[in-house]
Every structure is written in structure tokens, then in C-alpha cells.
């Protein structure tokens, strides 16, 4: 893959959340602080988080984070939707950082290529390294991972454009097993329906949230299939999923949910957010 030795430029800051340090430090930790979890059942290995503007899910996203709060991983792999139109399947970056406000974040080049080269055997392509993506879902968590977690830790960027079962079970797959015995943990960023009236919008999300709590990887992907609930992330839901379970995970809870409607009190046409914490006990 052709990569380049610079800092991924961020294309959502100061829009998407602040471009002060100090203040967005302040509301990501006031995100974090204010959750409230139940408790958990074991290790944390993965957790699904939502990706709109802080504004709108940070308050979701604080339950997710807040989970990671105590843990020292060596790398956290991100898996996010690629919503702008690359033709690839599955895309990376081709920088050697990303940039927050909050500091630079190195990218795990090594784990990428191992990565890739497992993708190449299964599905007969890899990754696609891009440079100055304007992608917002997975840079949106890193600030979160940024205030959550204790020590530096190195960052596995993956973006889905194909969110088909056979590219998002292969990658959870090799994901899982490239990170075995290592001290990782996996980030799923998705949001949920998008602009349905906030009855609707619930009762479609309960069905993904459903899937989610019983670790039902391919039941996130046909929920979809079958018009009965939404993801944007579906894919990367589902890839992140398929690892959990491969790296012992045996438990999801459901620890937070709304929409935008319940920050904007507008509820005729609304975007879910949830929020999930996956452990192994």
C-alpha cells in the first residue's frame, strides 16, 4: 500500500467539536463524567459509539467512553462506515498520525499491513490508503478515546464502504485474530436510523440495539435487510461483533440510548444514538 510519513489533517474540527483544547477537554470529560453505567459483567473488549457532532451524541457517547476509563490498551482499532464515495471496500489512511486538538495519534502501521495481507488471502483485496479524507464517523471518537484512556496508545483506522456480511465477518475475523493476545480494544462507530419521526426512530433502534445485546452480528446486517431497524455503521458494527466474539466475548449491554430529537426538541425527524459496552467475563 502506498502510505505517506505526515499528520491526517482534520477536516471536521471546530465544526463537528471544538477546536480548543481546553474547552473541548472540558466537554468531553463532562460527556464521560456524567454517565452513569450499570455494571459490567467482565472485561471490556469492544463498545459501540455514535458519530455525529458532539453536540448532538456526546451525551451518548460519555456511557460508551466511560467504560474504557481505567484501561491502558496498546492499540484501539476503529472501525467506522466510509460515508463519502471512494469506490474501494475497505479503506485506511495513508498518514502516519491523526491530529486532535488534543494531541497527535500515531497508526499502527505494522498491524495494518499484517491486516491487509490477511484481507488479501480471504477476500482477495485489502486495504485502500487514502490521504485527506474528510470521513467525520472515525475521527469524531478519537477526542472521546483521547480523555478516556489513561496512556498513549496507537490507533488501527479502518473505514467500510462495502458493508456486506462477507467483508464485515472476514474482516472481525482477521481483526480478531491479528489483535489475539494483545491489549486491544475494538470501537464500533455507528449511528442509528436517520430522519424518521422519534416514535419510529425508536422502534426501529430498539431492533439493532436488540441485535447488539444478543451479540448477533448477522442479525445487525439482515435487521437492515428487512427494513425493520437502521445503521449507518451496520458493517462495522457487525465486523466489530464478529472480533468480540472471537476474542472470548460472551456479554453486551445496552447502556445508553437517544436522538437528536432529545437535544433539539425536534422530534419529527430524527438520528439515533446508541451506546454499547461488549465484555468477556
Known sequence: ?????????????????????????????GY???????????????????????????????????????????????????HQPYREPILTTAHAAYETPLGSIPVDKETIERLDVKLQEKLGF???????????SLEIELPFLQRALEEPFSLLPIMLRDQSARVAKTLGESLASILSGRDAVLVAST????????????????EVLNKVASLDPQGVLDIEEQGKGFACGRGALAAVLWAAID?????AQIVNYATSGDITGDFSQVVGYGAAVITRS
Open 1 to 29: 500500500m502506498k502510505t505517506i510519513s505526515d499528520t491526517r489533517p482534520s477536516p471536521i474540527v471546530g465544526q463537528w467539536y471544538s477546536s480548543d483544547a481546553r474547552n473541548l477537554s472540558a466537554q468531553v470529560d
Open 32 to 82: 464521560i463524567d456524567a454517565a452513569q453505567l450499570p455494571k459490567l459483567s467482565g472485561d471490556v473488549v469492544a463498545i459501540m459509539a455514535p458519530h455525529a457532532g458532539h453536540r448532538y451524541s456526546g451525551p451518548v457517547a460519555g456511557f460508551s467512553f466511560s467504560a474504557l476509563r481505567g484501561l491502558n490498551p496498546e492499540i484501539v482499532a476503529v472501525i467506522s462506515p466510509m
Open 126 to 136: 485489502g486495504f485502500t490508503a487514502v490521504s485527506n479524507d474528510t470521513e467525520h
Open 191 to 206: 449511528d442509528l436510523s436517520h430522519f424518521y419521526p422519534q416514535h419510529l426512530a425508536k422502534v426501529l433502534d430498539t
Open 247 to 251: 476474542l472470548g466475548a460472551n456479554d
